[in-house]
């Protein structure tokens, strides 16, 4: 009996013992085969026969070449009038209400400011990012006609390990400093080099859990025109003893280098380092929190070696000639201090403003 | 079951033909579920993370990207993965057409590749002729021929040294001639890198020779960062082939003994009497007939051709331009990179071939050689004069002398005379 007539027959007996074998051979060619490749004469590889261009790029118009004129670029001291663009960028691990408020109230225009935030790969960064979400279309939704929109706004999931945990006590341990750091300086530069566009003359780092600024916090800082400027960041509290609400210093991370802070880098191993505010390695570094003065000029500089990034003004070109956040230990310091050192080895200077105070979030 | 339609397909006693006839809806069907089930789970991978929704409609100018999406593999072409061609120009309107020659032979889908051009400091027609050049590229009648996002930036860093082969290959021109090549670097690297590019591949305009799949060629090693050996012909009197690129080396003990006695802010550059590092060097290990394939890990690595994932410059590896470990740079870049963990390699049996530009020393031996030439032609043609000048004024009288010659001398040969000649050696 050939397979023509026993086919035939299992029709007439039962029908589906041939469709269903014939609709599997027809969904087994289709994945087989449509998943074809095809091989060029000038190369061993093989390539998708049909390639998705999910930009559409191939059918742009042939002239679709940009040009920018990076010599036009300037960071002056006078940003507003000369319409400096300012990228504010904001590592993200949780998303505090009080830091959003305080970005909207800053005066700067908006059409001048593009801002950039990085979120973690954690549940504590989903959290953050639904958030941020939210209040990001409440501003930048076409129909609020009457809310002024950002020039540009850049969400981005990181790609790299983050620790889970962000616990204050956690955070601060000395022994995960290194590492935390470390995570925190891949972030910044994964935030930085995706979001740092042709026109942007200013970058300023504002933490997320800086909570309050002077509204004119652009135009003040930029206004010192340093290649890199750090704000003194103090902290709100309710002081037990005295029983009243107080301010102390928060972030020391802006300091002066020290004789003893150079003795202790000189006996280190290349992959150990420095960090302030741990009893167990006293540098005895000036440290820009403490020379804060509530009667003296909020405009005075001092000179500074090591900045924190909880406010932290940055004139691009410094950035675009290399400066970064080391992720390992450069010259002993990693991360925003490892990045003011580089500064310096481009040739930069590097400023603090010690009676110029924004304000941290007490958690 | 009548006997007149054979056995029952089912039954145990059929013969096994029979039996696998019965089985195929069954096992159809398995793999029809299991290829569907693939089919799902691969082309549509659902992350429990969350990922917010922006679009024109509820927010403008606001994008998110998952940096995850876009890390580089080893087929990348293959998986849509996009590439920023990042290329740096001064002066080298004579170098473009031949550039543009290698990049549409590319067979990387071009569609997947953006461009993006820094031009510095050019007193030619750099510019324009790289503009005409695009826009003819890309209006192309073929659409596989377009490239994606093309960004042209313009940036003057001044420069110190002059362009030519001596002045920027001499010894003390090279390190602050490479810390500004590295900001040139950093300002192109800067602007042109965009959260969604799994790959950079940075390359001189200066390469003759290269395969058309070089990206797919180095692109399937799946390193961080890679590089090919890069070679140059030499015209005949100098040896017909030479290594060119010296910057790519693994570290050796002489190279971190030097480095030890120098101060802060110096330079070591390769190739250089002054620097004696002992340092193997990638393009001294070709073997012509070696395998292509062969990958060797390197500290310091070249500019003339890198491919390095998009990651690598996302978390912070640049080219420094100021001394790095006594390094600047792509040299610098390759060390950060060996310091951030990442993978550096090279390939010492893969080649391509950088232009031949003769050096002061060459050009001068090479006029002396044009001027060797022309003082020949006009020699031999004064000799030609002279000769005849000679063979009118003159008259050969050489084989009359050769028979005159014994008579003439008859008396002066001792040999040929008989004549008995008495010599007193006595002292006296």
Request: a negative charge; charged letters at 25%; proline letters at 5%.
């Amino acid at each position: 009996m050939t397979l023509k007539h026993r086919i035939q027959r299992a029709m007439r007996t039962n029908p589906i013992k041939v469709v269903v074998p014939i609709v599997a051979l027809v969904i087994l060619a289709f994945y087989v085969f449509s998943s074809d490749t095809v091989s060029k004469s000038n190369s061993p590889y093989k390539y998708k026969k049909h390639s998705d261009d999910p930009y559409d790029f191939a059918r742009l118009p042939g002239d679709h070449i940009t040009h920018y004129d990076l010599n036009k670029l300037t960071a002056t001291s006078s940003a507003l009038s000369h319409k400096e663009k300012v990228l504010i960028l904001t590592p993200m691990a949780s998303f505090h209400q009080q830091y959003w408020d305080n970005l909207l109230r800053l005066s700067y225009p908006r059409e001048l400011i593009e801002l950039g935030f990085i979120v973690p790969r954690t549940s504590d960064g989903d959290e953050a990012l639904r958030n941020l979400e939210t209040a990001i279309k409440k501003v930048q939704n076409p129909k609020a006609k009457t809310i002024p929109k950002f020039a540009r706004v850049t969400v981005l999931r990181q790609d790299t390990d983050a620790v889970e945990s962000q616990l204050e006590k956690d955070r601060h341990a000395f022994k995960s400093q290194k590492k935390r750091r470390s995570q925190m300086a891949t972030a910044r530069n994964s935030l930085l080099f995706t979001t740092l566009g042709p026109f942007t003359s200013w970058v300023l780092w504002l933490d997320a859990d800086v909570v309050e600024t002077p509204v004119n916090l652009i135009q003040d800082m930029t206004g010192h025109n340093k290649a890199v400027l750090a704000a003194n960041c103090w902290q709100r509290f309710y002081d037990e003893e005295k029983k009243e609400d107080s301010i102390r210093p928060y972030d020391y991370n802006n300091w002066v280098e020290s004789d003893e802070g150079l003795r202790i880098a000189s006996q280190l191993d290349d992959d150990e380092i420095i960090v302030e505010g741990y009893s167990d390695l006293a540098t005895y570094r000036p440290l820009m929190a403490h020379f804060y003065d509530a009667e003296g000029d909020p405009n005075v500089e001092m000179q500074l070696d090591g900045v924190g990034g909880t406010c932290l003004m940055v004139k691009s070109q410094v950035h675009r000639d290399g400066a970064m956040f080391p992720n390992f230990p450069f010259y002993h310091l990693i991360e925003t201090e490892g990045f003011a050192k580089m500064a310096k080895r481009l040739g930069y200077d590097v400023f603090g403003l010690p009676n110029y105070l924004i304000f941290h979030i007490n958690e | 079951m009548d006997e007149k339609f054979g056995p029952p397909i089912n039954s145990r006693n059929s013969p096994l033909t029979h039996r696998i006839f019965g089985l195929l809806p069954q096992i159809f069907t398995i793999i029809a579920v299991i290829a569907t089930i693939c089919y799902i789970t691969l082309s549509d991978v659902h992350s429990d993370l969350y990922s917010p929704d922006f679009d024109a409609s509820n927010a403008v100018n606001t994008h998110f990207y998952d940096l995850e999406g876009y890390d580089g593999s080893s087929e990348g072409w293959l998986d849509n993965e996009r590439i920023i061609f990042c290329v740096p120009l001064r002066d080298a309107a004579a170098h473009l057409p031949m550039f543009f020659g290698h990049v549409r032979n590319m067979t990387y889908p071009h569609h997947l590749i953006d461009l993006a051009f820094l031009v510095s400091d050019s007193k030619d027609d750099t510019m324009g002729l790289l503009v005409t050049m695009l826009r003819e590229m890309q209006n192309d009648p073929d659409p596989s021929m377009h490239f994606g996002q093309i960004e042209i930036f313009e940036k003057d860093f001044g420069q110190a040294i002059g362009q030519g082969f001596t002045d920027r290959h001499g010894f003390s021109a090279q390190g602050p001639r490479r810390k500004l090549m590295a900001k040139a670097r950093n300002w192109l690297q800067s602007v042109a890198l965009k959260p969604y590019h799994s790959w950079v591949y940075w390359r001189d305009v200066d390469v003759e020779t290269c395969p058309p799949c070089i990206l797919e060629d180095l692109m399937h090693h799946n390193k961080d960062v890679i590089v090919p050996n890069v070679w140059r012909p030499l015209p005949d009197w100098l040896g017909g082939q030479q290594p060119y690129d010296l910057n790519s080396w693994r570290e050796s003990d002489g190279g971190l003994q030097l480095a030890n006695t120098l101060d802060e802010d110096a330079v070591i550059v390769e190739g250089y009497a002054e620097y004696a590092t002992w340092r193997p060097h990638l393009a001294y290990l070709r073997d012509p007939y070696g395998d292509p394939e062969t990958e060797m890990e390197l500290d310091g690595i070249g500019g003339v051709s890198i491919l390095a994932k998009g990651r690598v410059f996302r978390i912070g590896a640049h080219f420094p331009a100021f001394s790095f470990e006594k390094h600047a740079e792509t040299e610098g870049f390759g060390k950060m990179c060996r310091r951030m963990g990442l993978s550096v390699f090279g390939l010492p049996h893969y080649v391509i071939w950088h232009i031949y530009e003769p050096s002061t020393d060459d050009l001068k031996h090479m006029e002396w050689m044009a001027r060797e030439e022309v003082r020949m032609q006009k020699q031999e043609e004064v000799m030609k004069i002279y000769r005849k000048v000679w063979d009118t004024g003159f008259q050969s009288v050489k084989d009359t002398w050769e028979d005159e010659k014994v008579r003439i001398l008859k008396n002066s040969d001792p040999f040929k005379l008989s004549r008995h000649v008495i010599v007193d050696w006595s002292d006296q």
